[in-house]
Each structure stands twice: as structure tokens, then as C-alpha cells.
């Protein structure tokens, strides 16, 4: 019996001891959960507190319940500390340091457009921010494009039909003096050269034919240099070598490749530059329709005896070499082919071409002026044919 009695009580202590133990192991995993939970919400807490106060006085909406519109603009240049500064002074923002650190990390910094926007103080820096990023809906730039064997007053009258400027005059008089433009080099060379002032227009040949993206506001200055300045990239260094080769400058290069663009397609170009090389070396006339159609602005097939006696430094028909400068903005096709024009009609000293059916673009090239007479016999119906459907008569 009192083996019994000690068996139970010694069983009750056991299970005792291991409910303890267990328990105890329990509450060391739980404390440290427990504790950092404990310490996770004290934190939380406070930084909850902090950011509502920092949220609150920095970077919440100035007020929430004004959906008044405030227009607010963005100029060229400005960066975006200012932009920052503005809002801030026009009352948009809380803080103009927050904005900034908030756009620049959330990637933004680079991205505001200048326009005119309608922005509210019940707005967050976020929906400020987004709406400055995205643009007022008015484009920033604008392309513009300068075809092959458009001239200056082409280029002018397009900008005017696309509306980016009211008239075409003042960039008219910019082109025809090239004095604002003797910073580039080339332009340098042609006013000093001694036949500026026979030109229509001094920068003639020197608008790079291409697709621009210029600004909306771009002054006629502005859009003039960034043509110009592709010149350089047309006219690169061993271009200049090949002039110098042929003893021809820049200038008279661009003249020669104007007259090519005009006259022929592009599998021409090479062809009628032989031609031309070859009748200023023989020391002809060029007699090239095209510079009298520069000079009247029609472009008549059969030329008029009145359109031969065009009493202009351009006619080539009464003046010996090249026009005093280019009658239209060469490509650069046809500036390759001035510098290097086609050897098998080169070496057979073919000095003519003519038009075979106007519609086709086609040329027939001759050596001796019988053959190109006999051609202009054959064709010269089919270009008065042409003139008349035109109302050339």
C-alpha cells in the first residue's frame, strides 16, 4: 500500500515537472516574439506619428478642400529647383525641398516639360508631379522637313503653312544676307568671296535637306543654325580633299551639286555631273535649264526665247561657268556626285544631255551637239505637249 501511494505521488510530481518544463520551454520561444512584436508596434507607432506629422506639414496637399484652378507655367531652361521654387511660391506645393527629392527619386527630375498647366492646391506632389511629367497637351517640338532641291523660298513658305511662323520675311532677309551666320565657316567664305552680293540668297545651298525636331518657340535664327549646322556633317573632311582636287571650293561644289539635283534623278546624278565637269573644262556655257527656272520660278520643259534672254548673273545660257551660287539645297547624293562624277562619260568628253519623255525623268546623253540636236528633235514635241497640259504654252 505504501508502495502504491508513493508511486502516485511521484507520478503527479513527474507530470508536474514536465508541464512545467514544457511551458517554460514554450515562453522562452513566445518572449522574444513577443518582445519584438511589442517593440515592432512601439516603432511603428512612432514612426506612424513622425511620418503623419512630416506628411502633414511637408508633403500633404496645401488644401484639400480648395479645387480652385491655378494656371501654372513651365519656360525653357528652367530647372527643377525653380520649378520646385515656383510651386512652392505659388502656393501649389508645402515644400519646394520635398518636391524635388520626391521627383528626383521617383525618377521624375528629368522629365517636366515646359507648357502652361491648370494645377489645384488639393492636389498631392504625386498628382503634381505627373501631370508636369506628362505635358499640357501642346507639343514641345516640332519636325520640320527640308526636302532635296527645295530652295530657301520653299523652305520659307512651308514654314509658314505649318504655321510656325505668321510670315516668312524676316527669315527671308536672314538667308538672303547670311551676315547674322558668319560664325560657321563656309558662310564666312561665301561673303568674303567677292560674288555675295550677285546671290539671291547668301545661304542657298547651305540648308541641309532633312527632318528636324526643333523647338515650338524656335526663333527664325534658332531653325536657320540648326540646318546650317548639318552643312558640316554633309561636307565632311575628304570632301574638302576631293574639292581641292578638282580646284573647286566648297561653294562652287554646292552650286554644281544644286544644278545636278534639279536636273536629273538620282541614278543620273553622276552622269550629268560628268557632263557639266566636262563643259566648264572646255570652257562652254553650262546652258542649264534649271538656273533659269531659279531665276523665273517656272519650270517651263521647252524654254522661251524671252526665258534664254534673262538678264541674270543665273543664266547660264549668257553667262560662261557656274551661277554665282546654288539654286537650291543639294542632297547629299548629289553633292557626292559633284565631287565624283561618272568616269566612262568623263573620259568620253560627252558635253549634252536633253529630257526624253518629261513624266519618265529619263536623259539622253551626247558627245557632239549634231547627236544631241538630233535628240532634241525627237523630244522637244513631248515637252511642249507638257508645258501646254500645264498651261506653259
Known amino acids: ?32 516574439v513577443l518582445v519584438t512584436v511589442t517593440v515592432l508596434v512601439l516603432v511603428t507607432g512612432i514612426c506612424m506619428t513622425v511620418w503623419n506629422k512630416l506628411y502633414g506639414e511637408f508633403a500633404a496637399p496645401v488644401d484639400t478642400n480648395n479645387g480652385t484652378e491655378y494656371v501654372f507655367e513651365i519656360t525653357s531652361g528652367q530647372s527643377l529647383n525653380r520649378v520646385s521654387a515656383n ?31 491648370t494645377l489645384r492646391k488639393d492636389m498631392t506632389i504625386q498628382e503634381i508631379a505627373e501631370q508636369l511629367t506628362a505635358g499640357d497637351g501642346n507639343p514641345l517640338v516640332r519636325n520640320l522637313t527640308l526636302i532635296p532641291g527645295e530652295t530657301v523660298e ?7 503653312k505649318n504655321g510656325v511662323f505668321e510670315n516668312a520675311d524676316y527669315f527671308l532677309e536672314l538667308c538672303r544676307t547670311g551676315t547674322a551666320f558668319k560664325d560657321y565657316y563656309y558662310i564666312a567664305d561665301v561673303l568674303s568671296g567677292g560674288n555675295a552680293a550677285a546671290r539671291k540668297y547668301v545661304l542657298e545651298g547651305y540648308l541641309a535637306p532633312n527632318t528636324y525636331e526643333v523647338y515650338t518657340n524656335a526663333t ?3 531653325i536657320i543654325r540648326k540646318l546650317l549646322s548639318q552643312t ?24 554644281l551639286a544644286s544644278l545636278i539635283e534639279k536636273e536629273a534623278k538620282e541614278s543620273d546624278f553622276a552622269r550629268v555631273s560628268a557632263v557639266f565637269h566636262n563643259r566648264l573644262k572646255a ?21 522661251t526665247e524671252s526665258d534664254l534672254k534673262q538678264n541674270s548673273p543665273y543664266n547660264t545660257y ?15 547624293k548629289a553633292i557626292r556626285a559633284a565631287l565624283y ?25 551626247s558627245r557632239t551637239l549634231e547627236e544631241h540636236e538630233r535628240a532634241v528633235a525627237v523630244y522637244s514635241p513631248l515637252w511642249q505637249k507638257y508645258d501646254q497640259t500645264r498651261g506653259l504654252e
Open 318 to 332: 549668257q553667262n560662261r561657268g557656274l551661277p554665282p551660287g546654288p539654286i537650291c539645297n543639294p542632297s547629299p
Open 87 to 117: 510651386l512652392e511660391d505659388a502656393g501649389l506645393i508645402r515644400n519646394k525641398t520635398i518636391f524635388k527629392y520626391y521627383c528626383d527619386f521617383a525618377g521624375m527630375g528629368q522629365k517636366i516639360q515646359v507648357g502652361t498647366y
Open 283 to 303: 570652257g562652254m556655257k553650262l546652258e542649264s535649264d534649271v538656273t533659269i527656272h531659279y531665276i523665273t520660278g517656272i519650270r517651263r520643259m521647252a524654254l
Open 1 to 32: 500500500m505504501k508502495d502504491t501511494k508513493e508511486y502516485t505521488y511521484r507520478s503527479i510530481r513527474d507530470e508536474r515537472q514536465y508541464s512545467f518544463s514544457w511551458y517554460n520551454g514554450l515562453w522562452k520561444v513566445l518572449r522574444p
Open 154 to 160: 520653299d523652305f520659307a513658305a512651308k514654314l509658314v
Open 232 to 255: 558640316e556633317a554633309a561636307f565632311p573632311e575628304d570632301y574638302q580633299d576631293q574639292a581641292e582636287a578638282l580646284g573647286m571650293s566648297m561653294d562652287e561644289i554646292l552650286t
Open 341 to 365: 562624277p561618272d568616269e566612262t562619260l568623263t573620259a568620253g568628253k560627252y558635253l549634252y544631255f536633253c529630257a526624253k519623255e518629261p513624266e519618265s525623268g529619263e536623259l539622253y546623253f
Open 220 to 222: 527664325e535664327e534658332e
